[in-house]
């Protein structure tokens, strides 16, 4: 299989065995890799309506065709069910650990089943091996990973924290700074007592053209130094200005869209006052992934990766908090502990709205008020969060449910798709991205369509509006889960010009099919299908935006920021239906799913 190992690893951790079988070629074919493959696998092997947290529910992570084979090709990502939306989750990471899982000689991994006590897994030149984890147990991101690399000669490390062992619903996977971030992909690593997995290996991959794949990940990375000189010196955060200028930054939950205090906490106050060095994903030239440290004060730190911009929207302007070092002190926390920065952040945001509101008080929180700006209380929450300890208990199941302590009145308060916490685009003056957010496969997420590039970075909506762009939403939406499934770098590749037409000459480089352009985007729209089909099956609610985005409007005093109209927003839903032949209720029809090949 020219791209692939042709292995993958089936671990069943009930029965403590592991055997390797031959990747399935024809299902490749359909889904490529990655996240397509990964919704195949979940649909295929997990039993409708099992809990997330249950021993049937799957684990699976997968590399793709191009992991490992260029440039911002370092990804590989997990799928299972999701602990905090109950739908599909599919998560990618970058870092190291996805080329050195294919190195080891690895397509995919499968895990099934509950461990009795905790273990990890080596994975080495094809071979597989359960090892004894209750000396790992406990332990937070960074000395597990150093204490399995010292164990195992430098092996690459993705682990859980304390967070995916207590079951926190918004638990990740990490491989050092980087994350499997959403939808509490940690938390079913941590049900299953699986505490890491080491790789090591120097199989090489077979490439049908490999002088092409060299060509194109080459121009694609010299294209992309020259075109984001500003994302490779600032990483994510140099957007957050950009955001806060367009009055779209969420600010005190959602309650406005610009931040007063933003050039307190923005990207060049990171790299003047904090900035150690770069760091980047194996191969990667932009290295985005700024390095920083507070060398004194309550919140010294020696290193951290980040923050991106959704941290620093999420513990920032969405908080109140324009304290920078609690920012990073949080980013540190979260990343230690696995936890996903954009929920815990916004469920804080949350709990500032709900006592400012008199929702809540103090009492409620175990004495620990919350005001806007309050960054003590924010540190003091998160590792009883991690812990499951006293409120955190609460807090740990994410801010959605986390609202039945606190009855309907909360509930209206938070910000969520399918209960997933928003990411940092603020709906109100930007419907094309909201509303994207709200028809996101995985509850709200900004990278299943990024349509924020096109409608606040190029202004692409403003003469005709979204709903005259409604197939560009889709083109994006089947374009990114080929992304996904390849797997490539969104950010990268959307530098180095990695369009249709570019991608479909690299898979055919990479494997030797001979797709066309429209086989390449039938496959992106296939893998959505295939996940939309997973989430009806698993009863997910209707795509619909959060109840405050069309009852209030924003309340700072810039322009626009008025509720969403909600007849144009089920409006544009029908249309988005309709372009995509599914019926009213969003279900794909019968002759679709034939005419996709996934009936």
Known sequence: MNGYTGHTLWVDLTQQTASVKATD????????????????????????????????????????????????????????????????????????????????????????????????????????????ADHLWGLGVFATEAKLKADHDGGEVVCIGPAGENLVKFATLMNGHRAAGRGGVGAVMGSKKLKAIVVKGKIGTNFFDKDKVKAISSQGGKKAVEAAQAFAKFGSSIAFDF??????????????????????????ALKDRYFVKDRGCLTCPLKCGNVHQVKDGPYQLEEVEGPEYETLMSFGSNCGNSNLESILMANLLCNDLGMDTITCGNTFAWLMDLCESGIITAGDLDGTSMRWGQHESIMALIPKIAARQGIGDVLAEGSYRASAKWGPRALARVIHAKKQEYPGYESRRSFGTGFSLATSSRGACHLRAQLYVNEL???????KGFEAHIATLLDKEHFLAVADSLLTCKFGMRNAGYTWPVLTELYNALTGENLALEDLKRIGERIWTLERLYNLREGVEADMLPVRFVTEDLDDGQPGGARVDEKRFLAARNLYYQTRGWDEQGRPPAQKLIDLGVA
Not at 243 to 268: C, S, V, W
Not at 457 to 463: N, R
Request: hydrophobic letters at 45%; aromatic letters at 10%.
């Open 25 to 132: 070629g024809e299902m490749v074919k359909k889904v490529l890799g990655g996240r397509g493959l990964g919704i195949m696998l979940l649909t295929q092997l997990a039993p409708a309506g099992v809990d997330p947290l249950a021993p049937e529910n799957p684990l699976i992570l997968a590399t793709g065709s191009y992991t490992g084979a260029g440039v911002f090709s370092a990804f590989f990502n997990v799928t299972t069910k999701s602990p905090l939306t109950g739908l599909a989750a599919a998560s990618h990471c970058g870092g190291k650990w996805g080329p050195g899982f294919k190195r080891a000689g690895f397509d995919a991994l499968v895990v099934t089943g509950a461990a009795v006590r905790p273990c990890y897994l080596v994975l080495e030149e094809g071979q597989a091996a359960l090892k004894d």
């Open 243 to 268: 955001f806060n200028a367009k009055h779209t930054l969420p600010t005190r939950n959602f309650r406005g869209g610009h931040f007063a205090d933003a050039a307190l906490i923005n990207a060049q």
């Open 457 to 463: 970075f190029a202004g692409e909506f403003q003469e």
